[in-house]
């Protein structure tokens, strides 16, 4: 059976290309909107943190209609650290649009996805995006973009695909480069004419893929897939299997069954091979799962999504403040929220650990876990996190670690400082190449050197440099890093911050809290430039005398303190140090308190 009137695909691209706003215009062309509708801008960034950052977290699934033609639409994160979303997404689509900036051309995620779209054997529609940019090098991009077809050994037939030209926030498109165009009809009939019509099999056991996993707290569970074969009815009883778990054998029926009509999810009695639909009665499905007729049981393959590369252990707060902010906060809540999180996400790996109230978390990098952390908190839990750790592996007897192909755009000027930075981290140049007065540098670097190089990377640029990383591979171990560490200014006593004991302790080193906030003994308060910790009394009060001079009553003037974020916080714990979360405040403390047992441990571990 020929699908005519139905084409699935998928939007990839590096993060901030302009995917989710290209999708607003295609929704809003393709009549998904009222004319006088009022509709936000990126209305496919549903989550509270994907509006507040401005970036995609989740895939999600929308569609349009076109001369007649249903086009399910799948928009996926640009973020490498949320890479397995655009994995399993792809089993969805037929075809791909790969965006790609005007200006910046193919970057390291870009290169991921489109590698991910060729194994699958995927056709690609190519859209340069951001055309009316002014620094916009529309015919290097094209001879970029093939290169890294060719690198990655494109098929003929994707090394062919189709150009289109667009500016997404404009909603235009044309087969032209010099020319702007004036809506978006050249990209529909590009969509049309390029990804044929599905072939499938309509008469064979209902067959679905689940790529998505949803949760409704009036139905529970929501399955999201293709229909691979068959037609699926409402009410229909079905056996769940999967291709790679042999064990998985799950019965029950389709509940409720739903089409996806732009951004809402419409109840049908029954869809064909082909549709995208999400599904309901299935309490314990799975992504990956094969949802499949009773009397015809056959799982489908699913892509194996690529293995986490850092990790963090997750555990119950025990300091003196614990309890005082948090709504879920033992380790039975812990527990249930972490292992709840693995049926969403598949990059996510959770596994209990020697100690009851501790869980060792995996994913694919800082901001990955630290989307985690605050979504958590965020719901009203209470934890405490360790620095995050890359994962080693043993190949041959050899240590392996995880690199990274970093690409950092740079003034001209500032190369010098990168290089240097680089080079503590064990970087290797590998692509050198200059974008009018600015410089494109690429490195190999071990994944875990690129902890924390962020906010000095803006410093080493003068806030105008630009830099993105995706996992490269495993490499040999590239031996201790060299790169230059703060010491920490730690809390002596419990109480409340004075700003007597504030003005005295900012000599020191920068403070992250100012007057008022309460405080522990072995809280981390702020750091120094001198590779030691410093204990330091920011309680002490002003001792009082019986007499009195007009200078010993001037007010004590206080330099700013600096309030970290959580990905600064994660950015800045040391080995010995915990990162304490709770719905109110984000705190870093030692791991132990007592500083003359502290004392003794440091003492120790320097004589083995």
């Known amino acids: 059976?020929?699908?005519?009137?139905?084409?699935?695909?998928?939007?990839?691209?590096?993060?901030?290309?302009?995917?989710?706003?290209?999708?607003d215009q295609m929704l809003k062309q393709g009549g998904t909107f009222r004319a006088n509708q009022v509709v936000e801008d990126r209305v496919m960034d549903s989550g509270a943190l994907e509006r507040e950052r401005g970036i995609t977290i989740l895939a999600k699934n929308t569609s349009m209609h076109y001369k007649g033609i249903k086009v399910n639409i799948v928009d996926t994160p640009g973020h490498a650290d949320f890479s397995g979303e655009v994995e399993r997404s792809l089993k969805m689509v037929s075809g791909v649009l790969l965006l790609v900036d005007a200006a910046e051309g193919p970057m390291p995620q870009t290169r991921f996805v489109t590698q991910k779209a060729l194994e699958l054997g995927l056709k690609l529609i190519i859209v340069v995006n951001k055309i009316d940019r002014p620094d916009a090098r529309i015919k290097e991009v094209e001879d970029e973009v093939l290169e890294l077809l060719m690198d990655l050994n494109a098929s003929d037939e994707q090394l062919d695909s189709p150009f289109v030209y667009c500016s997404g926030r404009e909603g235009t498109a044309s087969l032209d480069s010099s020319q702007a165009g004036s809506d978006l009809k050249p990209l529909f009939d590009t969509i049309l004419s390029h990804f044929p019509p599905l072939e499938l099999d309509d008469k064979g056991g209902m067959q679905i893929l689940v790529s998505s996993i949803d949760y409704n707290e009036y139905v529970g569970r929501i399955g999201i897939g293709r229909i691979e074969r068959g037609v699926a009815r409402q009410g229909q009883e079905v056996t769940v299997c999967n291709y790679n778990k042999k064990d998985v054998n799950l019965k029950g029926k389709l509940v409720n069954l739903y089409e996806i009509e732009g951004l809402e999810r419409v109840a049908c009695e029954s869809a064909s091979a082909g549709d995208i639909v999400c599904f309901s009665g299935l309490e314990k499905i799975n992504i990956g799962d094969t949802v499949c007729a009773s009397d015809c049981v056959e799982p489908a393959p699913f892509v194996k999504i690529s293995e986490p590369t850092v990790e963090m252990i997750f555990s119950v707060n025990d300091s003196p403040f614990a309890g005082k902010e948090g709504k879920f906060v033992t380790t039975r809540h812990l527990r249930e929220r972490l292992y709840r999180e693995l049926l969403r996400d598949v990059s996510l790996r959770v596994e209990d650990t020697d100690s009851a109230d501790a869980f060792r978390v995996s994913g694919r990098g800082e901001m990955h876990l630290s989307i985690l952390i605050e979504t958590m908190r965020r719901e009203g839990y209470e934890f405490q996190v360790s620095s995050p750790k890359v994962l080693f592996k043993e190949v041959d007897g050899e240590r392996y670690e995880p690199v990274d192909r970093l690409i950092a755009d740079v003034p001209e000027t500032v190369t010098g400082p990168v290089f240097q930075s680089m080079g503590e981290r064990k970087g290797e140049l590998v692509h050198m190449s200059a974008l009018g007065s600015r410089m494109r540098l690429e490195f190999l670097v071990p994944a875990r050197g690129l902890f924390g190089y962020k906010s000095e990377f803006l410093t080493d640029t003068k806030g105008?440099?630009?830099?993105?990383?995706?996992?490269?591979?495993?490499?040999?171990?590239?031996?201790?890093?060299?790169?230059?560490?703060?010491?920490?200014?730690?809390?002596?006593?419990?109480?409340?911050?004075?700003?007597?004991?504030?003005?005295?302790?900012?000599?020191?080193?920068?403070?992250?809290?100012?007057?008022?906030?309460?405080?522990?003994?072995?809280?981390?308060?702020?750091?120094?430039?001198?590779?030691?910790?410093?204990?330091?009394?920011?309680?002490?009060?002003?001792?009082?005398?019986?007499?009195?001079?007009?200078?010993?009553?001037?007010?004590?003037?206080?330099?700013?303190?600096?309030?970290?974020?959580?990905?600064?916080?994660?950015?800045?714990i040391k080995d010995d140090e915990l990162l304490e979360i709770t719905p109110k405040s984000v705190r870093v403390r030692k791991r132990i308190l007592d500083s003359e047992l502290r004392a003794k441990a440091r003492a120790k571990a320097k004589s083995q």
Do not use: W
């Not at 591979?473 to 809390?491: F, N």
């Not at 959580?566 to 800045?572: D, M, S, T």
């Open 464 to 572: 105008e440099g630009v830099m993105s990383s995706v996992f490269y591979e495993y490499q040999p171990y590239k031996g201790e890093l060299t790169k230059s560490r703060v010491g920490s200014l730690v809390a002596f006593e419990t109480g409340e911050s004075v700003t007597y004991g504030l003005f005295n302790a900012q000599g020191r080193g920068t403070l992250f809290i100012g007057a008022g906030t309460p405080v522990y003994e072995g809280m981390v308060i702020g750091f120094s430039p001198k590779d030691e910790d410093i204990n330091l009394n920011v309680c002490k009060t002003k001792h009082l005398t019986n007499t009195r001079s007009s200078s010993s009553d001037d007010a004590l003037r206080l330099i700013p303190h600096k309030k970290m974020s959580l990905e600064e916080a994660l950015e800045f």
């Open 1 to 23: 059976m020929k699908r005519e009137d139905l084409r699935n695909i998928a939007i990839i691209a590096h993060v901030d290309h302009g995917k989710t706003t290209l999708v």
